[in-house]
């Protein structure tokens, strides 16, 4: 019987646990904070705040290829502490003063503290990783799955970089934005997906399978994010009011408005976007004429796409469905979640 | 022949380059800039910054333990870039300025591109270590080094944290300030010589005296840098004016101060570093009564200590002294250098 994802995100959330452990030192509370284990007077929190996506795409997709889930729980523990990291990092980057309707590290502790932590999230990634090797995986399979995380590690900067640049700049094209997510997003999913299947498998057909499975899950995965950076609920989403709009955020409904509107909504876009700030009274503006536009539609319709090509490197694979399932699962939800 | 110190700093160079190749990415010129090899506008500026301390321990542990320099340089490189990636970061959090008499990389980039960029080298240090495979190193070394490595990075982090800490803090005590240096300067010189060493034997017994070596190295490489800090010649430091005294940071001589001063002298100290921050004017008050405390010896007096300590680990090693001596040469630069 395949596990569920219920099973998985308890069994991840407890290597955490054991990884980032209790040394009375500030950096392991920020951590702890972070992660939602924390409050912010240091009392137990008990709720672990992230989705634990990409260790449970590691997770099934090391189930889908045959492979044991609890061989491979530091490797899939290692992948959540690299996005956490990212996370970090990222609201630094933007200023973001909120994360699952609670004050960011960085306005917390302060900058300084909170991008050490960050680098201490990474390192920590890397400590997880090694730990395969007390579950009996081979030094070579680690030293592989240490240089697949680290190469996606490295495209994620790339693409993270490539985003900074992209909010000052108002000629960002579709072809930009999507070689932009493939580095910040798809990178690391791809490398979940194909870690779990390297982990259970030497077949390199079913490991490149894996590999561009994932790359196009992160590409409909990061589409809906944007999507939802629009037009999602803000109370699900746990971010700040259409943080993406006031960032000048060049996501994909928004090049499409700038691209496709006409006329006087086509003047009004540019003149928003080419201000140094877009005011929390502009939002509004901006949402009318990027529905005007079909803006929305047109993300959707890429989003699908991703997720049908997605969905077909999982049947080429010619696994058992049964197997599949529990994983195809996810795919599903991730595609329809409204958070 | 037992290679000397100019020779390994080219081949590293060398080695350097080969891995932060010029991808046409913003990411990858912030990093060229902040290595020396570009100036601001791109253009190729040849002159390496950094004194290349780490990977030179690292390489002359190799050979003093009788291994091949050339095989590890891949890991060599990589302390280098945990070091780099480390200023990067520092540099923000201290919102220093200037490094070797250039704007900071923060200063140019802004802070969200230079943090980033800083992530970018510290994953390029991991892609680094991996390379050791392609010169024959065994899948079960490589892993060891990148375990040792990843736990240096971790009490680095752990060090700066505490650092941070305590410059908000009048009462940090000398045991303080040796636990913080120890996690953040001295870990990371201890994973080079050992890193270094282990690359070269088998034998534990030398790897944990090359370990010990590095730590007490590390102790008094830090301590003669916090004596430059306030003695040094700017010129020739290359650090923005008394940096440390503006930024109230807890040094040895600055904690011996406090300690020790009586008096006026010791109350004017106690108001200047209870003071929100340090005036460049009052920069000389300071200096003044570290004198009359008699700081300075303290702090020499005490790295002589550390200094005798790591050779001492040296001595009781029992490697032939013909291998040690390039390794003596540099340890000597390095606590009677005044940059």
New interface residues.
């Given amino acids: 019987m395949p596990e569920n994802l219920a099973t998985l995100q308890d069994k991840v959330e407890y290597q955490l646990k054991r990884i980032i452990y209790s ?1 009375p ?3 392991y509370d920020m951590l702890q904070y972070h992660l939602g284990w924390q409050d912010i007077k240091g009392h137990p929190h008990g709720k672990y705040f992230g989705k634990l996506i990409r260790p449970c795409l590691c997770l099934l997709s090391c189930q889908a290829a045959g492979g044991n889930t609890s061989q491979i729980l530091p490797a899939a523990a290692s992948l959540e502490l690299i996005h956490n ?2 996370l970090i ?1 990222d609201d ?3 200023t973001s003063c909120e994360r699952h309707n609670q004050p960011t590290v960085w306005k917390l502790w302060g ?3 909170a ?6 999230m ?3 990634a ?2 997880a990783l ?1 730990k395969l ?1 007390e579950n009996g995986v ?3 399979k ?2 592989r799955s ?2 697949i995380l ?2 996606a ?2 495209k994620l ?2 693409g ?3 985003d ?2 992209h909010e000052k700049r108002i000629d960002v094209s579709s072809e930009d934005y999507l070689k932009m997510i493939a580095q910040k997003t798809a990178a690391l999913i791809a490398a979940s997906t194909s870690i779990g299947a390297y982990l259970a498998t030497e077949d390199e057909r079913i490991l490149s399978s894996f590999y561009e499975f994932g790359k196009n899950l992160g590409m409909a995965y990061q589409i809906h994010d944007d999507i939802l950076g629009i037009w999602g609920v803000e109370g699900k989403t746990g971010k700040s009011i259409k943080s993406d709009i006031l960032l000048k955020k060049k996501t994909l409904p928004v090049i499409y408005g700038l691209e496709n509107s006409t006329g006087k909504n086509k003047k009004n876009l540019d003149k928003l976007y080419s201000q140094s700030s877009i005011e929390e009274e502009d939002i509004i503006k901006v949402v009318e004429i990027l529905n005007k536009s079909g803006a929305m539609n047109h993300a959707q319709k890429l989003e699908q796409h991703y997720y049908q090509q997605a969905l077909a490197q999982l049947d080429a694979v010619g696994i058992d469905p049964f197997r599949q399932a529990p994983l195809r699962e996810v795919v599903h939800f991730l595609i329809s979640r409204d958070y």
Avoid: W
Wanted: include cysteine; proline fraction near 2%.
């Fill in positions: 040394k030192l500030l950096v990291f990212s990092h630094i980057e933007d900058q300084p503290q991008i050490n932590a960050g680098d201490a990474f390192t920590l890397y400590l090694l090797r081979s030094y070579a680690i030293m240490v240089q680290s190469e590690c490295l900067c790339e993270q970089s490539m900074i640049t």
